[in-house]
């Protein structure tokens, strides 16, 4: 004799062993044995073979009229074999009986379970929902599947188009698009990216990784919410106003100008140099609507040709250092002798700056150079920078002739400075590598518009430590470590960023304790200099205003008193959301440079090796691995042919060609390139694990140096 028995929620037939008034003991087909309550055995069977018994029951269920079944059936709780006789006959077979079994246990949105082999059934209303809704998941599978095919078929159906980057990075995972796309990369035997490249689903390149970086970090746009502005100052008559006459040195196209330089005394003993930031910190308050703003974005985000600001742009215009305009700053004035460049006092006030001019270093970096300081040339020699004329406020040639002395002590005293940090360093700093700007020309947009992709590109070389360069970069490093050291020095919390030792792999971390900057060769260095642009020098200037306003006191009456929890939150929140807005320049720097290559049709071009199958292109910013190359040297000059550019991946070999004459290269200058400008693996959230049930069943694999003291570049 055999048993029709229910283990688990499934259903075996065993052969009975031995029984008792409670249990009995069962031998499976596989030969294991099972001690089954009474209550779990649910037929007694004559068989021969409980394999194709079993099997034989399962298709009478099949074969059961499930809504004739659910008419018969009594209102009340019922037993399986009581429905198999109103269904069947008076007397049902075991086979029949087993089989209404299946089917009912089936049935779910007909019946419902009331106990072992007791069923319920389910209301007219509740019925009527259970069908409406497989229906409409029958409806969803076909279009899965449908839109499945096409992907297979090298088309994209415009509803994955549509949520392309929701699918790949933010899925739904029980979305039809999603499941379509796990289907079809399963069936096609390809990673999810290639399929919707490969079906045309990216229209752009450059807004494929754009979107991608919006999704994550602005997903409701980046447009800011309406405040109220009402509670800014719109004068400040009140701050005394300071006789200097200041100039600023930035980029045209820089709209958040938050540094200035000052010099007086020229001729005497001892001159004065004021280095001037502006101080959003006087109108916005922690905790305040437009702090919340700033708090969310943490920086402005800078990528080629476009940004997107920490700062309303009415807010910036209140504060930014515009020139004609006496603004509001925050001044480190510094005494030095003019003989030895020795800094003898410094100190620092809350006043108005009269602001004399806004220079532009991309448009007289040819003029200013260290003869042009030393006197040894004069303006209208260097090149034919006669032409330069005034741009957008910024000086020209003509224009900066009368700030030649002003700037020559500035780039003297730089020179000291930097000299010092490298005495600090034990080594000299590299500043061979150049920077490099990126403009995008636009046809038929405004130059304010945002980059759709289609720009023509040109790419600008600035080497560092042209003098105004160096004049701002040295200027913002002593007012960084100054403010820092006096924040320590009052008690006063602050956010610094330190690296206590100059070796590989001690990299610069933030924390709320004053260090050392081994790379800076200074110590207590802290973000102050850029409170338009970034947030902890926001955070820093409100404990800095409360240093100036209340002196050996100011701890006490700072925003953020020591150990502040926030600091610590900001600290962190900053750092992380900071690298991923480095990580979308760096990504879309490399789209332009591979864009730019492109455009012109550049298929060869020279590279300096940094290790074995990597090396840097000598003229763009670009790094690249190396393949079919043979032994090659650290520095060594090579020429090398450009394989298929993929400007999704970001991704182009470097086939070696030859190896060029040794010009002697600076291997300092590499130092930092290895981490520089490879593109990061897109990781995407598409698992092929998540893939419909009725999906084919082949399985696949999926495969998926800034500065310290400056900003992200404009």
């Not at 018969?72 to 109103?86: I, K, Q, T, V, Y």
């Not at 075991?94 to 079994?101: D, I, K, R, T, V």
């Not at 809350?350 to 001019?357: D, G, L, N, P």
């Amino acid at each position: 004799m055999h048993l029709l028995i229910e283990e688990a929620g499934k259903f075996h037939v065993g052969r009975l062993l031995t029984k008792t008034d409670t249990s009995s003991q069962v031998e499976l087909d596989s030969g294991r044995r099972l001690k089954v309550k009474a209550t779990n055995i649910l037929l007694s069977i004559e068989t021969t073979d409980p394999v194709a018994w079993l099997a034989q029951a399962r298709h009478v269920g099949t074969e059961v009229d499930i809504p004739v079944a659910w008419e018969f059936a009594p209102e009340e709780d019922f037993d399986f074999g009581e429905l198999a006789r109103e269904y069947f006959s008076a007397h049902p077979s075991p086979l029949e009986q087993a089989g209404m079994l299946f089917a009912l246990h089936g049935a779910p949105h007909y019946f419902r379970r009331a106990g072992r082999g007791r069923f319920r059934k389910a209301s007219a209303q509740t019925v009527a929902l259970a069908l409406a809704a497989i229906e409409k998941k029958k409806q969803v599978a076909q279009q899965i599947r449908a839109w499945s095919d096409a992907l297979c078929n090298a088309e994209c159906p415009a509803p994955i188009r549509e949520q392309l980057h929701k699918i790949l990075f933010k899925p739904d995972k029980t979305s039809a698009p999603y499941q379509a796309v796990v289907d079809a990369s399963r069936r096609a035997q390809c990673a999810p990216l290639d399929l919707l490249v490969r079906a045309g689903a990216i229209d752009s390149a450059y807004q494929f990784h754009w979107k991608r970086f919006l999704l994550e970090h602005f997903p409701q746009g980046t447009a800011f919410p309406r405040i109220d502005l009402s509670t800014l100052p719109n004068s400040w008559e009140e701050l005394p106003l300071s006789p200097v006459r200041a100039l600023s040195i930035d980029d045209s196209s820089t709209t958040e100008i938050d540094d200035a330089l000052s010099v007086q005394g020229l001729g005497e003993d001892i001159v004065t140099v004021g280095i001037h930031i502006a101080i959003p910190g006087l109108g916005i308050e922690p905790g305040d609507a437009i702090d919340a703003l700033c708090r969310a974005r943490l920086s402005t985000v800078y990528v080629p040709g476009h940004k997107v600001t920490m700062l309303p742009d009415a807010v910036v215009e209140r504060f930014t250092l515009q020139e004609g305009r006496n603004c509001p700053a925050l001044s480190l004035y510094l005494r030095v002798r003019a003989d030895s460049l020795d800094i003898v006092e410094r100190s620092t006030r809350i006043e108005q700056v009269h602001i004399e001019a806004n220079l532009r270093h991309d448009r007289l970096d040819g003029i200013v150079t260290p003869e042009w300081l030393d006197g040894r040339t004069q303006v209208g020699t260097t090149d034919g920078m006669d032409r330069v004329d005034s741009v957008d406020g910024g000086a020209g040639a003509e224009g900066v002739e009368r700030y030649r002395s002003a700037l020559s002590l500035l780039y003297r005293l730089a020179q000291r400075l930097h000299a010092d940090r490298e005495a600090v360093r034990g080594k000299p700093e590299s500043l061979g590598h150049p920077d490099y700007n990126f403009r995008l020309m636009r046809a038929d947009a405004h130059s304010d518009a945002e980059p759709d992709g289609s720009e023509w590109v040109e790419i600008g070389v600035r080497r560092r430590g042209a003098p105004l360069d160096l004049i701002v970069s040295e200027a913002m490093i002593v007012a960084n470590s100054t403010w820092g050291a006096w924040l320590a020095e009052l008690g006063v919390a602050g956010i610094y960023r330190g690296q206590p030792a100059l070796a590989p792999g001690v990299k610069v971390r933030m924390s709320t304790k004053p260090q050392i900057h081994a790379g800076m060769g200074v110590r207590d260095y802290a973000w102050s200099s850029s409170p338009l642009r970034r947030y902890v020098d926001l955070v820093n200037q409100w404990q800095l205003i409360a240093c100036v306003r209340h002196g050996t006191t100011a701890r006490l009456a700072a925003p953020f008193p020591a150990r502040d929890t926030r600091l610590f939150a900001i600290l962190s929140d900053f750092d992380a959301t900071y690298s991923a807005y480095r990580d979308v320049q760096n990504a879309l720097e490399r789209f332009w440079t591979l864009r730019y290559l492109q455009q012109r049709g550049v298929a060869e071009l020279e590279a300096l090796v940094l290790r074995e199958g990597l090396v840097r292109a000598l003229e763009l910013p670009l790094v690249l691995t190396l393949v079919q190359a043979p032994v090659l040297e650290r520095g060594d000059r090579v020429r090398v042919r450009l394989d298929k550019i993929d400007e999704v991946s970001l991704e182009v070999r470097a086939i070696y060609v030859s190896t060029l004459d040794d010009d002697a290269q600076d291997l300092e200058n590499l130092a930092d390139d290895e981490d520089e400008a490879l593109p990061t693996a897109i990781t995407i959230d598409v698992d092929l694990a998540d893939a419909p049930e009725d999906a084919g069943t082949t399985d696949t694999t999926d495969n998926t140096v800034a500065t310290e003291d400056g900003t992200l570049p404009t």
